[in-house]
């Protein structure tokens, strides 16, 4: 099915600490290239934050923060590609029962859900005959995107993830969850932490002109002069 299944109340899987979750099913049509996604995820997992494990069958742990409703509301997920069935097995914390609508939009932005891959490759196969599969990994915040399209600019991904852990360690105070899934207890600092931490002293000129891009994009995103959205392109 190409819609959430029922949701259903059950124990926690093994590595998350906590028992109040929400179980969800999303569907997805074939093909769908899950071991080149969760690839693009695990090589720029910030620490702390996000993860994707190496078992047999692995799954995307994530920690977040979401307003609904007028409410911040902040927990973690857990997402496992169910190949096949063509799904993905979401797991939420009960502390973001009161924002799944938005969630599960989120989620099925993050990783490419809705794409019809029969159109896709009605126009692309000839030019990409090994690509039938992939899909566009977007995000689940579109300000943390920015901030780590920022980051990325003109070095590798493992140094970008280094600059991103770095950052979320700056402004870990705010980000301290009471229950974590398998040590992911930190959600990516909010907008107005980036600027007291891009706005900082650079280690050298191209550290200032990376913080300096950051901090003006952070300003023009808190005065609502930059709209950011939730796909990577």
């Known amino acids: 099915r190409l819609s959430p299944s029922a949701r259903r109340r059950e124990g926690a899987a093994p590595g998350v600490a906590d028992t109040g979750v929400s179980t969800l099913r999303l569907g997805y049509r074939p093909p769908y290239d899950s071991a080149a996604m969760l690839d693009f995820l695990r090589q720029r997992a910030v620490a702390g934050v996000e993860a994707v494990t190496q078992d047999a069958a692995p799954r995307i742990l994530r920690t977040l923060g979401l307003k609904a409703g007028g409410q911040w509301q902040v927990g973690w997920l857990s997402a496992q590609f169910d190949t096949a069935q063509h799904q993905l097995r979401l797991e939420v914390s009960d502390s973001l029962r009161g924002a799944l609508p938005l969630l599960i939009r989120r989620v099925r932005a993050w990783l490419d859900l809705d794409a019809d891959p029969q ?30 399209a920022v980051l990325g600019q003109q070095i590798s991904v493992a140094a970008a993830r280094t600059l991103a852990r770095r950052l979320r360690l700056a402004a870990q105070a705010e980000c301290l969850l009471q229950r974590h899934v398998a040590g992911r207890k930190r959600i990516w600092p909010a907008q107005r932490t980036h600027g007291d931490v891009l706005g900082g002293p650079g280690a050298d000129a191209g550290q200032r002109a990376q913080r300096s891009a950051g901090g003006g994009h952070v300003g023009a995103a808190m005065q609502g002069q930059l709209a950011v959205g939730h796909r990577a392109c």
């Open 119 to 148: 159109a896709i490759h009605a126009v692309l196969h000839a030019d990409f005959p090994h690509g039938d599969g992939l899909r566009v990994p977007g995000t689940l915040d579109g300000f943390e995107l920015a901030v780590r």
